[in-house]
């Protein structure tokens, strides 16, 4: 349905704000380098602050890039009015017209473009048939739901045909079931009509669940880039594993390395692992250990004494004292072998493959700003 | 520096934007041309002689006696007029909001006491004090049998001006105590207050910034007053009165000019020391709306004696109100009481009512939509854009609020009856209905400018952002969108600036020529001359004017208000 799917690129965007407190200057987004392609389902995932919504809002055109330039389908865009701009935001709180009924809203855009009333009838009613909202078009905004006013505020967005949609956590104001299945219908809907999005979210299952790629952020800086897939198990930093999802660190240094493999000593005990980048042996590193892809058992990897044990249902929920470390652990089928209490001795299992390495001391690498 | 893209970014984008930048620059031509620079030609009136600066002229002005006791009155009325309105206003707000009224009627009596002020010209109660005090009045000499009654004088300034502007600090006081937080008092109750330690030790300290705030507007709205020392004063000078005699008993524009700096830097202090002091404050001790219903006060003790009190002020004020009608429709005030027309006719044959009435009510009709559409594009850019100049427009439309009409009279004569800088530009607009026609949208653009921030705050930004991304430029977004969702408050901007125009007097009788009749400045002359009975047929008039386009507002908004569009289709 868009006339031309428009990749955006970001390139070196700073934007500084002033403190108003303080009244010092200071970076909300440093540096910022983000290449989307046409057509794909991007992410901006993050923490309360860390730049997110000043990212869009700079693509969108209401902030002005303090350094770098953004392009959108190649062109360069830093000087064009939101308007003028072939991007279309989709508002955390709607931002509908509250004057206008659900047919006006949608209209709106097609009308400043001076389209005749037919085409723009066809539009519209195509446009919520999609979204679902087929009959509804007399309805005020004020007559809708969370959900309902959500799918108008997409279907303006939509109607326009933009190079780039963008979402700013369109779905913080519903509750939780709405939000699950409103984000499968955006992502059906945004792949039907083959259009570049960038969605900003905090929550993590929502961007695991919709994004071809994930922009992880931290304090105006672009941590990491990558399909859920990489987020999560090939997580760049403690950050980035510690965010999405949860992990466990280990935090030892490298014994041998023999090819792409290698062996790591953990709190004295040799621990194999299945892929080593660009580490020497006798480096600091870290192992990142996701607690669902190890096991309590009684022969392992890491002897352990159990220091938590509980049922919480559908798993066991332990943990464990690895010398000085503690790891968490959840089995999910602990019928199936054995359930451990506290003080029990035993071992922690996993497979080499099943842990990710990490240099140093594997804390956020790009804090010194 | 870094942010220096960003900043040329934003200049690039509102350059982009070209209805937007000639609106900037019309608004700061406007704001320059006819706020600023009459203020600046005072300076300089008052500060430049043929050999360069100096202080002489100020302190010639400064060394006359008379003009040190217009000084002095001034003060004094203005502190008293302040103490008295403010515990007036507050104990009307108080009892509202704390006692448990019983009747409609009292609510009602309220409410009426609230919006007399708003809808009558304002020498409408000296007017009245005249016919009830005076030499022939109701109560001085039909009821008590005085001769010779004299109510010229600065008691009878003071009393009319408590009682003009005791309704705006009840009206700010009102906002202010709804505003406590109820369980703050029952918090203070519960540990074992009195109802009076509670109000001393409580409500009294969290209000104080807002009652500072309510006695400094009435200090300076007494200040600026003109029409009322001028009818009532009798050989009392104010400066606003001293400033207007200047000029028309002696002649001495520049003379009014210095007098007017000495009136304009009492105002202005005033209004900073209230504007970015006390309402901040006032506005910082009260965060929260009020999370509860209040208890109200039932006590008999406490009750019966305050409501008693406001009743007999309120129909005090209103009876005065009534007067003025009462006064037009009968023979000879004082002795005959039947009923007549004949004010009426003698208003519309002999001294050309008619053409006042038209004059007055088309200037004030082209005036009204100017100022509310100009206070609502001021309100639209301070609130919602950044750009350089927005500074200079907010500070100037705001600045007007401080400038007493007087002042501002003065200052269009000096600066523009010999043109620009008395060199002849501009000297055309000088004597023209449309110079009026400016005077007036300048005296409403702070109060229409205001309100207009106040309710352009209260829209979700993002709601023109959403506009604006679907490709509306600035024009269009402030036309389909911003402008529909403030109609209410544009539509109250409109009445009140007409009503405000209609009424205006303070600035407007020292730019008239006599080619313009003035409804005001006729009531004015009529009263200065005696002929009481047709000057209460003028504002009779004017009230009911003024009243008529009040109610129409309330009507209009009541069917097609913004609230009531929504609820349809
Ligand atoms: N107009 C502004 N002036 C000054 N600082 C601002 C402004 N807008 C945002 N900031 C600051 O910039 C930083 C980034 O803000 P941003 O809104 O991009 O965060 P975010 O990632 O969207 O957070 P959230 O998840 O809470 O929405 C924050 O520290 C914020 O306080
Ligand atoms: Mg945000």
Sequence with gaps: MAKEKKGVKIDHVSKIYQDPKTGKDFYAVHDANIDIAPGEFVCLLGPSGCGKTTILRMIAGFESPDEGEIYLGGEPINDLTPNKRDTAMVFQSYALLPHYNIYDNVAYGLKLRKMDEKTIKEKVTRILGLVGLEGMENRMTNQLSGGQQQRVALARALVIEPGVLLFDEPLSNLDAKLRVDMRNEIRRIQQEAGITAVYVTHDQSEAMAISDQIIIMKKGIVDQIGTPHEIYYQPKDEFVADFIGESNFLHGTMKSIDGGSGVASIEGFDVPIAAVSELEPGDDCTLVLRPESALLADKGVLPCKVSLSRFMGHYQNYQVMVGGTLVKITDFNPKNHKIYEVGDEAFVDFKPADVHVLHGEGGFTVENI | MATAQGASLDRKKLMADPIMVSTIVVLVVFLTLFIIYPLVILLVDSFISDNGFTFDIIKGVLAKPAFRTAISNTLIIGAVTGVLSTLIGLLFAYVEVYVKLRTKFLAGLFKVVSILPVVSPPFVLSLSMILLFGRSGIISKTLLG?????????????????????????????GLL????????????????????????????????GIGNAFLVTVMESIADFANPMMIGGNVDTLATSIYLQITGNYDKQGAAAMAVVLLSITFIMFFVQKYILEAKATATLSGKASRQRMLITDRSVRVPLVVLCSAVAIFVIAMYICVPYGSVITTWGRNYTLTTKWYEKVFNLYRGAQAFTDSFIMALIAAPLTALLSMIISYLVVKKKFALKGYIELSSMLAMAVPGTVLGVGFIRGYANGLFHTGALQFIYGTTAILIIVFIVRSLPTGTRSGISALRQIDKSIEESAYDMGANSFEVFMTVTLPLIKDSFLSGLVTAFVRSITAISAVILVVTPATLLITVQINEYANRGEYAVACAFSTILILITYAAVLGMNIFIKYFGTSKAQEED
Excluded: H
């Excluded at chain 2, 109510?151 to 408590?162: C, D, F, L, V, W």
């Excluded at chain 2, 937080?181 to 009294?204: C, H, Q, Y």
């Design chain 2, 146 to 174: 005085i001769q010779d009654s004299n109510i010229y004088g600065m008691r009878s300034i003071i009393i009319i001006q408590t009682m003009t502007f005791f309704p705006v600090c009840y009206m700010m006081l009102k």
């Design chain 2, 178 to 209: 709804k505003n406590i937080d109820p369980s703050l008092e029952e918090a203070a109750r519960d540990m074992g207050a009195s109802r009076w330690k509670v109000f001393t030790s409580v409500t009294w300290p969290l209000m104080l910034p």
